[in-house]
């Protein structure tokens, strides 16, 4: 293969970032062309690249960079199935959130500077996934970091952009300290950081701190991939542009962590203590974030909670030794999320809000975006795990997995010993997988019920203004442009034909390493059942809610005084399934369980404490004896000065002072 073609995969988005921001504001009309097409051909190359490679391959090609009197570092290039795939994955979600932004921001005066972020942002996901160097990666790692910041900060005018910019930021780089000390780590171990030479060294038993290594490592994948304790930054994330969360939450930033983990997990094989903090940390996430997305009302904080729970069902995976399943969904779920978060923006756009009990309030609304309703419905499908959607298939390949780490029967494929993974790490993962797939058919029920059917009471808009018929009779394709249109159909494609490769049980392992995802029929019904229990009760529960909405704002106006005049007075009550199925655990779910205010006691609070100490000490004692190291001077200066005044008398009188109080004291002490 010509090295030449798996290079410009990175190196055309870079190119065409810095094109953008050269020329972003002398020639603005250049600005989406320079966005798409390097990206556009990108993709293009990514999925030559793959053709070209086939299965069963890899290619490895590498030059010293510099020397460091240690592990070298190199700008190595390392091409597999696995990478090949992945990256097919950023080229053609990264292309649709291109073209999908064209129309989204087309009167965004700093759309220039936001589309060249875009592109790097993709070119350093691009670096993460083909990098064969743990030192060159890291660096793609950072600048999907810094890229992130500039990005959820966009619209740095708002008071919650920036402080969802500045969280996001901090809170990965908290997880970012500890993942460099473990790959530096990693690297003195293995005494490389080439990951093909760090591989070797864990399947020759020749690292000393594996444990140690994976925990490291695993911090600083909860933080980029979201995971609990790191989890928070990613729903605030969502004060961002639209496109940008899908982008995020599909194939990049998030994506980075459990594709580190999947690359790199023979290493983790060696230790069986993390995996099960691995399987812990993936049992947390999945749950907790489902119960919190069930009390969402925002459209796209349900879609962020979700894409957390997603991520915890990769992370399960891995945490029973299967990658193939965890890269199956990572690479489905990319697909399904991408286009989750492109509706929801075609959405939001026509209904300007981002309220889902808002959304229920808009008759018609469905009339008015009908690409954005379907599309929205084919990728809830997938998310919940319906038949025959892609999610049905990888989110058994993970309950398979799980079920057959907690049987002892771990399926590594080859990467590490079966027998490392502890069967405990299997059964946290299958049973918590069990109930998120019950709770995230509930939400996603939920979601599509409350926005689309909901009873239509209050027939005002979310601005509170009189709600009028014409809005229901304009024109779809004003509330849908055609720049934001096809990308929805283009990621519809994968979301429903993707999951067919899960009829073959072969051709995904065959790709990645050769071996099998081994379908299990009885986690297939398992989970088909608990997701079409959570569509059933979730349902139910909805009707519920629509009917005692009612029952509370029809009937009440009919015990009004016959002299008031006018229609009956409409109550805000939402019809939202939510509340009856989580009872009291809904406000703390809404909240997300508190964690940032335990965040914000443990931590910010004392920081802050700590802040002001200094301050005060620093203004009220060090520039004290600052300012006390000039004032003592000048005293002493003044009373010398007054003494010196040039009056004979004044120094006879000082003189005789002086001799009386010699005397005195002379006389006393004698």
Known sequence: MNLALPVLVPVLPALGAAATLATGKRAPGFARPLAILPVAASAVLALVVALQLGTGHSLDAATRLTPTGGPDVSLALHLDGFSSLISVLVGLVATCVQVYSTAYLKDDPRYPSYAALVSLFTAAMFLVVYSGDLIVLLVGWEIMGICSYFLIGHHWETADARSASLKAFLVTKLGDIPFLFGI??????????????VLTAAADGRLGHPTLIALLLLAGVAGKSAQFPLHTWLPDAMAGPTPVSALIHAATMVAAGIYLVARLLPVFLLSGAALVVLSVMAAVTMVGSALCALAQDDLKRVLAYSTVGQLGYMAGALASGDRDAAVFHLVSHGAFKALLFLTAGVVIHAAHTNSISAMSRMPGLRKRVPDAYWTLAIGLAALIGLPPFSGFFSKEAVLGAAEHAANGEALTNGLGPASAVPSAAGWIVLISASATALLTAAYATRLWLVAFHGPSAAPATAEGVPYSPEIDEADPAQ????AMRWPLWVLAVPTMGFGIAGLRSN???ALLDGGSLRPSAATAVIGTGLALAGVLISYAAWRSATARAAAVTWPAAADRVPEQAGPPAVE????????????????????????????????VGPTVAAARL???????????????AGTAPRMLGWVVRRAQNGNAQAYLSALLAGVVLLTVLVAVGT
């Open 184 to 197: 530096f780590l990693l690297g003195t171990d293995a005494k490389s950081f080439r990951i093909t030479d």
């Open 479 to 482: 509330a849908e442009p055609h």
């Open 507 to 509: 051709w995904l392992p």
């Open 572 to 603: 805000t009550i939402p019809a939202d399934p939510g509340r009856i199925l989580l009872g009291p655990l809904f406000r703390p779910a809404q909240h997300g369980f508190f964690v940032d205010r335990l965040y914000s006691a443990a931590f």
């Open 614 to 628: 200094v301050r005060f000490l620093d203004r009220e004692v060090v520039e004290t004896y600052v300012r006390g």
